[in-house]
């Protein structure tokens, strides 16, 4: 199963806008230890797109012959030709669908492993690892993202490299700086507002007695997981590249919280409810207050608190302790008799659960601070 997030409880580092802690231990911060550092971030993106290339070429050649094969096939009559025997055509094309299928599943790894690299190098290297990225890495999940976009059928058929490519520029415009979002941010909004958008919508709700996963596609859960989150980080990152569409990326986000089977989209909403609150951080100007209200109230009294996503989890519920602890009763009222219940019910939850908070110790002073609003 692929991670939504490369490396999902990797912190950012603090030190990434220069270059992060991974290799100062070893060569310092100084401008010699910086070069070193680039010079080691760049072989493993090289590395990387070498290997994308090796796994996609040998996909695209077994697909060229086995429809070679189909048209030679087809061809025979007109050439005067004696027709292959169907049983030995049959073969040929069992065979070669059974390469293609393991090739299938090896560039998925492939896909997935470069993701996981390159996003865990993002998170503890920032804005070092965008050149590099953007070299090696960033073609070929490009054409990936274009071709998907373009084509829903083959958005199916290369699951596995949509959903590492949606990953990929997610982790490059949360952690690779300015040049990331000017390289990224306006063709990855586009990606992201496309797949966050279920193409399992039109599925009836589950009949009493269905099994919960009938008829859902997993995969569809994934991308939609993956770009909910990266419109969170552009939210919170690139608010002048969001500000131009941000009624349709609130629309899309709605849309997460309307599947007929949410039972089984709780990661999808939980990433969702996270890129609302970064929006309403960013945006309550734009949005207006009747509008954030609105929607925090929403979130408190169905969707939180945040259990599936622990990174999304630590966001969502500073973002919930900052409110409260500003006041912003024009936001969310812990006096309303509704509001305090559901508080206290997520409160309750928190402090049973601290690995939902980003910092437990510190925040488990912050919730004694705010118990008594609720109680």
């Not at 058929?157 to 590492?164: D, K, N, W």
């Not at 996270?274 to 979130?299: E, H």
Request: hydrophobic share 40%.
């Amino acid at each position: 199963m692929h991670n939504r997030v490369s490396a999902g409880m990797i912190p950012v580092a603090e030190g990434g806008a220069t270059g992060g802690p991974l290799f100062d231990c070893c060569w310092g911060s100084g401008a010699e230890g910086k070069q070193k550092q680039q010079q080691l971030v760049n072989v493993i993106y090289a590395a990387c797109g070498k290997a994308l290339q090796k796994f996609i070429v040998p996909l695209f050649l077994s697909r060229v012959a086995f429809f070679c094969c189909f048209v030679t096939f087809l061809s025979f009559p007109f050439l005067g030709l004696k027709r292959l025997p169907c049983a030995c055509l049959q073969k040929k094309k069992k065979q070669l669908l059974e390469e293609d299928d393991d090739e299938d599943d090896e560039v998925g790894e492939i896909f997935d492993t470069v993701m996981q690299i390159s996003g865990n190098l993002f998170k503890m290297e920032g804005p070092l690892c965008t050149e590099a990225f953007n070299q090696h890495v960033a073609p070929v999940y490009s054409k990936i993202l274009q071709n998907g976009m373009a084509n829903a059928d083959y958005a199916s058929e290369h699951s596995a490299g949509v959903l590492a490519a949606i990953c990929a520029f997610a982790d490059a415009v949360d952690c690779g700086g300015p040049q990331a979002i000017a390289l990224y941010g306006v063709p990855a909004l586009a990606a992201f507002l496309r797949f966050v958008q279920s193409d399992t919508q039109q599925l009836p709700a589950p009949a009493e007695g269905d099994e919960e996963d009938e008829g859902e596609d997993e995969d569809d859960i994934l991308r939609c997981q993956a770009s909910a989150f990266g419109l969170g980080c552009l939210a919170q990152r690139a608010p002048e590249v969001v500000r131009p569409r941000l009624s349709e990326v609130v629309s899309a986000l709605n849309l997460c919280f309307q599947h007929p089977r949410l039972s089984e989209r709780r990661l999808v909403i939980d990433c969702a409810v996270c890129a609302l609150t970064k929006i309403i951080s960013q945006f309550a100007g734009d949005l207006g207050v009747p509008t954030c209200a609105a929607r925090v109230q929403k979130i408190v009294s169905e969707w939180l608190p945040v259990t599936e996503d622990e990174q999304e989890a630590w966001t969502t519920h500073d973002f919930l302790f900052d409110l409260l602890e500003a006041q912003r009763t024009e936001i969310i009222n812990p006096q309303d008799p509704q509001i305090r219940t559901h508080l206290r019910r997520i409160f309750e939850h928190l402090h049973s659960h601290p690995e939902l908070l980003s910092y437990p110790s510190r925040h488990s002073q912050r919730l004694l601070k705010i118990a008594p609003m609720v109680q």
